[in-house]
């Protein structure tokens, strides 16, 4: 089937005598609209995981990217002159926002699903920790660390990038996982369109012969069909992503926090991500029944 | 109009047809005959494209066939009506919706047919079963419903297969004042039919000349008809 402009506007246009020539029902029908449904319903997930994935990849970089730590290791009636040494070090770092140091209870906190809310951080060696914030330019983490190893031996700086890389990683691996389902659910619905239009074409071949006897162009027969599969998937498609917002809408929330499993999900304008699908599967649709049925009426007498 | 020069047509590594001219000159009506599986129903399927000669020329209306397209043999089908024995319609559409198929697949609807559509019917006779749907016809309805679809697009060329093969005398004899009728409108009839009866019958009606197909070549008959 060739396809122009004309064909895809007699398309969209209809002609309700055209549709009329192939019988309105069938297995194919039922099929094609549940499958697309149900891909549908299964596309809504990938993208939701592939946004939420992007998300928090870009949480966490944007995050830890922010962030480091100075863990202050020295025998306790060194530990506040070297935590002191160190801020006014850091004071003088350029490209660092803010920096402190973490009270007790704070400390205390970060242990506390560990050892409980009752530990004494006085008997334990517990290094005393310094949260530095850096500027958006960032600061130079083997400067300061040489700095920090000429003033102030007993800190150590953890700038995050050995444990915030495998996970942005991860989570950009996530997304791009997400992505793949999501075209794999389109190839599965091109697949199924393409099988179940070769099915109605064989089924209908009686048709297509009386229609071939009084004059119609393989365009018109074809069109027919096209048309038919176009609409069935564009309507399957809509229900399952109806259905699958609806889903996703009522997924557990994690609140602001990102985290995987609480955290699925659409946000802002990624809601009308999923409004592309059955506007995409029809186009799918379109396009493999046209292939199924150029290919099926050049075989068909 | 229609004509075959020097046809051949082999199926299955055996030839059906061999050495084929004839014309089908405008106006004229004739019958073509011949025992069962002489090949009259593939002659008439080379006469409207739906095969293609393995040698020879078929001319469609001055074009040689194995020159067009597709889309250009479903044209000229629009030129040429044809009744077959075994006659198919579309079976969820009512006979009135298949009658004026050739219409809808040519983009005129039946609406616009109008008048023309109810007088067609009722040339057939069948006004009051247009609202049937096929599987509720009998074989002389159907036959006359197929041939109420063959000239609805008023056709320069009718081809009928055997269209009297399912009925009975009365019913054959009906169908073939129909097709008379339509030669005298100026139209081309082609009739494959092995029934001597209907051809006497309708050389009393319409000067035919009648083609006998004979060990894969095509013959004029003699007046033993």
Same mark, same amino acid.
Request: a neutral charge; charged letters at 25%.
């Given at each position: 089937m060739r396809f122009d402009l004309q064909t895809l506007r007699a398309m969209l246009a209809g002609d309700r005598h055209a549709d009329r020539v192939v019988p309105p029902t069938g297995f194919t029908a039922q099929l094609t609209v549940f499958a697309s449904g149900a891909? +549908?319903?299964l596309a809504v997930f990938a993208l939701a995981l592939s946004l939420a994935s992007g998300r928090l990849a870009e949480a966490w970089g944007d995050e830890l990217a922010r962030t480091a730590t100075i863990r202050i290791v020295a025998p306790e009636d060194q530990r506040a002159i070297q935590t002191t040494a160190a801020l006014e070090v850091l004071s003088t770092t350029p490209g660092i926002a803010s920096a402190r140091a973490l009270t007790d209870a704070e400390q205390q906190a970060l242990l506390a699903p560990w050892f409980g809310q009752d530990l004494p951080l006085d008997t334990l060696p517990v290094p005393r920790l310094i949260e530095i914030i850096a500027a958006d330019q960032g600061f130079d983490a083997t400067g300061l660390r040489l700095r920090l190893a000429a003033?102030? @031996? =007993?800190?150590?700086? #953890? #700038?995050?990038?050995?444990?915030?890389? @495998?996970?942005?990683?991860? +989570?950009?691996?996530?997304?791009?996982? =997400?992505?793949?389902?999501?075209?794999?659910?389109? =190839? +599965?619905?091109? +697949?199924?369109?393409?099988?179940a239009a070769n099915a109605a074409l064989a089924a209908n071949a009686q048709v297509v012969a009386v229609l071939r006897l009084v004059g119609a162009t393989d365009r018109y027969i074809a069109q027919a069909f096209v048309r038919r599969f176009t609409l069935r998937a564009f309507a399957g498609s809509a229900a399952g992503v109806v259905i699958g917002l609806i889903a996703v809408w009522f997924m557990p929330s994690g609140g602001d926090t990102p985290s995987f499993l609480t955290g699925i999900g659409f946000q802002g304008t990624g809601w009308l991500v999923p409004l592309l699908l059955p506007f995409i599967s029809a186009l799918v649709a379109l396009l493999a029944t046209a292939y199924a049925a150029g290919r099926a009426l050049r075989t068909l007498t | 109009m229609i004509e075959l020069e020097n046809v051949a047509y082999s199926y299955g590594g055996g030839e059906l047809l061999s050495d084929i001219s004839v014309k089908l000159a405008p106006g004229s009506f004739h019958f073509l005959t011949g025992p069962s599986g002489a090949g009259k129903t593939t002659l008439l399927k080379l006469c409207y494209g739906a095969l293609l000669p393995t040698s020879g020329h078929? $001319? /469609?209306?001055?074009?040689?066939? $194995?020159? !067009?397209? &597709?889309?250009?043999?479903?044209m000229i089908r629009r030129k040429v009506g044809v009744v077959h024995q075994d006659v198919q319609f579309l079976d969820h559409l009512p006979v009135r919706d298949n009658v004026a198929l050739p219409l809808t697949v040519s983009g005129r609807h039946a609406e616009a047919a109008g008048d023309d559509l109810g007088e067609l019917m009722a040339w057939v006779g069948l006004t009051n079963r247009a609202e049937a749907l096929p599987p509720e016809l009998s074989g002389g309805e159907r036959q006359r419903a197929a041939l109420a679809r063959a000239v609805i697009m008023s056709p320069d060329v009718v081809l009928a297969d055997e269209p009297t093969g399912n009925v009975d005398w009365e019913m054959?004899? &009906?169908? /073939?004042k129909l097709l008379v009728e339509l030669n005298r409108m100026g139209k081309t009839v082609l009739i494959?039919?092995?029934? !001597?009866? !209907?051809? &006497?019958?309708?050389?009393?009606?319409v000067q035919a000349r009648v083609l006998r197909i004979s060990n894969r070549r095509v013959q004029l008959a003699g007046a033993d008809l």
């Open positions: 891909m +549908a319903f003033e102030v @031996p =007993g800190a150590i700086l #953890d #700038d995050h990038v050995r444990w915030r890389e @495998p996970l942005v990683s991860a +989570a950009n691996r996530l997304r791009l996982l =997400g992505w793949t389902a999501a075209l794999l659910i389109l =190839g +599965a619905v091109a +697949a199924m369109v393409t099988l | 078929v $001319r /469609l209306f001055e074009a040689d066939v $194995r020159t !067009l397209e &597709r889309d250009d043999i479903a054959s004899q &009906r169908l /073939l494959a039919t092995h029934d !001597l009866s !209907l051809i &006497r019958a309708a050389k009393a009606q």
